[in-house]
């Protein structure tokens, strides 16, 4: 038996599906489709927001020690079905801090 419940705002569609076995959930952007972390402490998309095109790259966002809160979610990049992930930030110079210390393995 599966249950779909579709929620919508103005940029934000989230698909909710739950079956008998498993659940999963993910939530669907005009630009990705994402899998929300089980570390996330923040269950939260933010404003800004970083495609990072490594799907298996493991990203610790705690060793940044931003100063707003962030959110890690494994994704897929709508126009090119690209698989990678999204890391969602509260605060602008949180974003500037990731992209200019982030360096792939």
Not at 47 to 55: I, K, R, S
């Amino acid at each position: 038996m599966k249950i779909e419940v579709e929620l919508t705002a103005p940029c934000v569609s989230i698909t909710l599906t739950k079956t008998l076995m498993a659940s999963s959930q993910t939530i669907t952007t005009d630009l990705y489709k994402l899998f929300p972390s089980p570390h996330n402490r923040h269950r939260t998309i933010f404003l800004h927001e970083v495609f990072v095109p490594h799907p298996y790259m493991l990203i610790d966002l705690e060793s940044y020690h931003f100063n707003g809160k962030y959110s890690l979610f494994a994704a897929c990049r709508l126009a090119d079905n690209k698989m990678g992930q999204v890391v969602t930030l509260e605060l602008p110079e949180d974003e500037l801090k990731f992209k200019a210390e982030f360096v792939p393995d």
